[in-house]
């Protein structure tokens, strides 16, 4: 059963990401790399792939001395998703899975190896930081339900962003709070196939009358 829930903090920094995940993580984070998120250990991430394609694409749109980075890498996810896309339709295993993508992890460590040592100072810095977390980029290689981009997560919190963007936020913990609930409620019932408005309906006459409410998640 799929479950959102969305939490709002303040502030938008490291302590805001502990407030909410806790000292100890469970589970995989799907993240991009900003680097408030290497407070997470990486075989506990995984970094989005539709992030760093479009990472690629700005160093081959950019052009100079270092666009065969971007040319390679854009190949290199190419590869990644082919075979990713070939495991989920059931053609291959996650054994051949990990197998197709061993030589392809190599020539993207190459790729940024020779891309961080380059004449290029902006495609070098970029190189450096995919570097340093290179584990987390193969999580979905390893780990089962993980997939190579975080698409699914952003679908999931675009009706959040774009209230946000409306209403500029909320003003209030009791606004935040109601915020975080209607949210998570209607996005949960979205995944789970049911009618949002209706659970809302029963809740509220669950709460005027004393009786027990529905739940979202199982007993």
Same mark, same amino acid.
């Given at each position: 059963?799929?479950?959102?829930?969305?939490?709002?903090?303040?502030?938008?920094?490291? *302590? &805001?990401? *502990?407030?909410?995940? &806790?000292?100890?993580?469970?589970?995989?984070?799907?993240?991009? %790399?900003?680097? +408030?998120?290497?407070? /997470? $250990? =990486?075989?506990?991430?995984?970094?989005?792939?539709?992030?760093?394609?479009?990472?690629? @694409?700005?160093? /081959?749109?950019?052009?100079?001395?270092?666009?065969?980075? &971007? !040319?390679?890498?854009?190949?290199? /996810?190419?590869?990644?998703? #082919?075979?990713?896309? #070939?495991?989920?339709?059931?053609?291959?295993? %996650?054994?051949?899975?990990? =197998?197709?993508?061993?030589? +392809? =992890?190599?020539?993207?460590? @190459?790729?940024?190896?020779?891309?961080?040592?380059?004449?290029? $100072?902006?495609?070098? *810095?970029?190189?450096?930081?995919?570097?340093?977390?290179?584990?987390?980029?193969?999580?979905? #290689?390893?780990?089962?339900?993980?997939?190579?981009?975080?698409?699914?997560?952003?679908?999931?919190?675009? %009706?959040?962003?774009?209230?946000?963007?409306?209403?500029?936020?909320?003003?209030? =913990?009791? &606004?935040? !709070?109601?915020?975080?609930?209607?949210?998570? +409620? /209607? @996005?949960?019932? !979205?995944? @789970? *196939?049911?009618? #949002?408005?209706?659970?809302?309906?029963?809740?509220?006459?669950?709460? %005027?009358?004393?009786?027990?409410?529905?739940?979202?998640?199982?007993?």
């Amino acid at each position: 059963m799929g479950v959102a829930a969305f939490v709002i903090h303040a502030k938008r920094s490291a *302590k &805001g990401l *502990k407030a909410i995940l &806790g000292d100890d993580i469970e589970g995989i984070l799907h993240s991009d %790399r900003w680097h +408030v998120y290497l407070q /997470v $250990p =990486e075989d506990r991430r995984q970094l989005c792939w539709a992030h760093l394609k479009r990472d690629f @694409q700005k160093i /081959v749109d950019r052009g100079g001395p270092s666009e065969f980075v &971007g !040319r390679r890498g854009l190949r290199i /996810v190419r590869e990644s998703f #082919a075979a990713w896309r #070939a495991f989920q339709a059931g053609t291959i295993p %996650r054994e051949r899975l990990r =197998e197709l993508l061993a030589p +392809v =992890e190599h020539r993207l460590g @190459q790729t940024l190896l020779e891309g961080a040592f380059g004449d290029d $100072p902006t495609v070098a *810095k970029f190189c450096e930081n995919p570097i340093q977390l290179e584990p987390a980029l193969w999580t979905f #290689a390893r780990v089962e339900g993980v997939e190579p981009t975080n698409n699914f997560m952003e679908r999931l919190v675009r %009706r959040a962003v774009l209230w946000c963007r409306r209403r500029f936020g909320c003003n209030s =913990e009791a &606004g935040c !709070r109601f915020v975080e609930r209607i949210l998570s +409620v /209607v @996005q949960t019932c !979205r995944l @789970q *196939k049911t009618n #949002a408005l209706e659970f809302l309906t029963r809740a509220l006459e669950a709460h %005027r009358t004393g009786d027990g409410g529905p739940r979202l998640l199982p007993g």
